[in-house]
C-alpha cells in the first residue's frame, strides 16, 4: 500500500531523514518507534506532502505520491493526524467532520453512512455534535481529528503520536480504537513514544535513531531482539 525508499528530510543544513526504507502491506498496523528528535515527525510531514523530499520517493498503492501537494495525497488515499491535533475550534464537531468529507462533498448519503459509522466509534463525539470543537477536552479532540480523517475515506492513515499528553484511560480508549480500525482493514503507520502500547497493537515496526532505521521486524522481534532503550532512548 505505501513504500518510502530511500527518503531524505533536511531543514537547511540539518539532516532529519537520512535515506529510510520502508513498507506497509495492505491491512497492516505498522509502529515507527523512536526518541524524540529520531525524524519520525518529518518522515510522516513528507508522506502527508507537507515537507518536500530532499531524496527518495514515496509510493501509495502503486502511484508516486513524492512530490504531491497535501490535498493530492489525501486525494490518492492517505490521511493524516498530525500530533498537533488540530481542530477549527469555532466549528461544532459535526462541521469539523463534514470538512474531513470535502472531497466526497457530494456523495451526501455515502457521508451520512461513514458519519454514522463515526458516531459509533466515537459514541463521545456524537454527544458533543453542536458543541464547539474548541471547547472538547483533549482526548476528545483526539478523537474528532481521527474521525474527522477518516471522513475522507482513506486507504492509509498515519497517526502521529495519538496518545501524546493524555490521560492513561483516555489512552486505552485511542489505542482500542486504533485496534477496531484495524480489525476494519485499514492499513495504519502508527508513531508513537508509547513503545509498549505501540507494540502491543502493531504487526510489524521500525525502529528510528538520528534520522535513520536502526532496527524492523515484528512486535515480537523488536521487543525480544533490539536493545529496544539504547536505540529509542539514546542511551
Ligand atoms: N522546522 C524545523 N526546522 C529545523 N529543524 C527541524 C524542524 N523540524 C524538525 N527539525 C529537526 O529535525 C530532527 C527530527 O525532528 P522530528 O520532529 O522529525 O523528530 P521526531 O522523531 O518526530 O521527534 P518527536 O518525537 O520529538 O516529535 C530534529 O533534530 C529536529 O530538531
Known amino acids: ?16 531523514v537520512r535515506g529510510i526504507s520502508f513498507s506497509l502491506g495492505k491491512g497492516e498496523l505498522v509502529s515507527l518507534l523512536g526518541a524524540n528528535g529520531a525524524g519520525k515527525s518529518s518522515t510522516i510531514k513528507c508522506i502527508a506532502g507537507a515537507l518536500k523530499a530532499s531524496g527518495g520517493t514515496i509510493t501509495l498503492e502503486g502511484k508516486d505520491i513524492t512530490t504531491s501537494s497535501p490535498e493530492q495525497v489525501v486525494r490518492t488515499g492517505l490521511a493524516t493526524v498530525p500530533e498537533t491535533r488540530d481542530v477549527f475550534p469555532d466549528l461544532t464537531v459535526a462541521e469539523n467532520l463534514m470538512l474531513g468529507a470535502y472531497l466526497h462533498r457530494r456523495d451526501v448519503a ?11 466509534l466515537f459514541p463521545r463525539l456524537s454527544e458533543r455534535s453542536n458543541q464547539a470543537a474548541g471547547t472538547l477536552s483533549g482526548g ?3 478523537m474528532l481529528v481521527i474521525a474527522r480523517a477518516l471522513m475522507s475515506r482513506p486507504s492509509v492513515l498515519l497517526l502521529d503520536e495519538p496518545s501524546l499528553g493524555l490521560a492513561p484511560a483516555i ?3 485511542i489505542f482500542e480504537m486504533i485496534e477496531t480500525l484495524k480489525k476494519s482493514g485499514l492499513t495504519i503507520l502508527l508513531v508513537e513514544q508509547n513503545v509498549n502500547q505501540a507494540l502491543a497493537v502493531a504487526d510489524r515496526a521500525y ?3 538520528l534520522g535513520s532505521i536502526v532496527a524492523s521486524g ?4 523488536i521487543r525480544s531482539t533490539s536493545d529496544l532503550s539504547a536505540h529509542y532512548l539514546g542511551s
Open 207 to 209: 525502529v528510528m535513531r
Open 110 to 120: 455515502g457521508n451520512r453512512d461513514n458519519l454514522e459509522r463515526m458516531h459509533a
Open 171 to 173: 489512552v486505552e480508549r
Open 140 to 142: 476528545e479532540q483526539q
Open 1 to 16: 500500500m505505501l513504500e518510502v525508499r530511500d527518503l531524505s528530510v533536511s531543514y537547511g543544513a540539518i539532516r532529519a
Open 218 to 221: 515484528t512486535a515480537d522481534e
